[in-house]
């Protein structure tokens, strides 16, 4: 049966909010019809890139290229891609299930919204995402353990990207792969933890971090800046572990965790991380 270019405000469809008067006759058009009509009006006839899910091809956009390139006689879309579903604790995420969260309640968690970029660069577009609490918590882990290292790595603006043999062919083989992220975040954490100088690995990072979207620019040859009650209990820590006294020296590293901080014991002096 064929799809419908445009529905009549009659019979089930007299109350519907949104009609138009046409040559046909009062009425709306159709789902699909929407959709050609919307991105013609501000993309023109051909459009590069068409996304949405994959429950789409075989209706929708099947439909959208019928109508389409009936219509103007010109390829409708260079490009589709079409992803996954986002599915929540194993199940497809819904609003009658009430199995779906906002940003917002993920901020109010304490989560950093990049966080879930994170989460989302580690699996591929066309593949489902099983959204988890715990899976978020080790996307956030990754992104402050990655932030923390490039802390400590020199910020030289200007400097062009060397000719680094690998690693950067490497990275946007992986981006031209159907956009292969996960694959072009492995390589990234490749090039951390690389025996190149830092000066090299900072150019670098900050041209995948182009595409990435992580905002590293913000974090890199930034050294952490700890509020001075943090470090107050830091130096009490220390010297309680010195003492022996490792009771009171755990309870401090628990306030200290409670603050949103995490002690690391190195040779030379504790050393702090966001937790």
Not at 71 to 100: C, I, P, Y
Not at 236 to 249: N, V
Request: aromatic fraction near 10%.
């Amino acid at each position: 049966q064929d799809f419908a270019l445009w529905f009549f405000t009659v019979g089930r469809f007299k109350d519907h909010v949104m009609k138009w008067s046409s040559p046909w006759g009062e009425g709306f058009p159709g789902w699909h019809l929407e959709c050609s009509a919307m991105s013609m009006e501000y993309l023109g006839d051909t459009i590069d890139i068409h996304t949405g899910g994959i429950d789409h091809i075989p209706v929708h956009h099947t439909n959208e290229i019928a109508q389409s390139e009936g219509a103007t006689g010109k390829q409708f879309v260079r490009v589709w891609v079409h992803h996954g579903f986002l599915q929540v604790d194993g199940e497809k995420m819904s609003k009658s299930k009430k199995n779906f969260y906002r940003v917002e309640e993920l901020q109010e968690k304490d989560f950093d919204p990049l966080a879930l970029r994170y989460l989302f660069l580690t699996v591929h577009y066309r593949d489902k995402l099983n959204f988890t609490w715990e899976s978020l918590e080790a996307a956030q882990n990754a992104l402050n353990n990655l932030r923390e290292i490039i802390r400590d790595w020199p910020n030289t603006p200007g400097v062009k990207s060397p000719t680094t043999p690998g690693v950067e062919e490497k990275f946007l083989d992986a981006i031209n792969n159907d956009l292969n992220m996960p694959q072009a975040l492995a390589v990234l954490w490749e090039l951390v933890k690389s025996d190149l100088p830092d000066s090299e690995k900072a150019v670098i990072i900050l041209e995948m971090d182009k595409i990435l979207g992580l905002k590293l620019d913000e974090y890199l040859g930034k050294p952490l800046e700890i509020p001075v009650e943090v470090m107050k209990l830091v130096e009490k820590r220390e010297l309680a572990r010195k003492s022996g006294d490792f009771i009171i020296s755990d309870k401090l590293r628990k306030q200290i965790k409670e603050m949103g901080y995490s002690v690391e014991d190195t040779p030379n002096a504790p050393k702090l991380r966001v937790s």
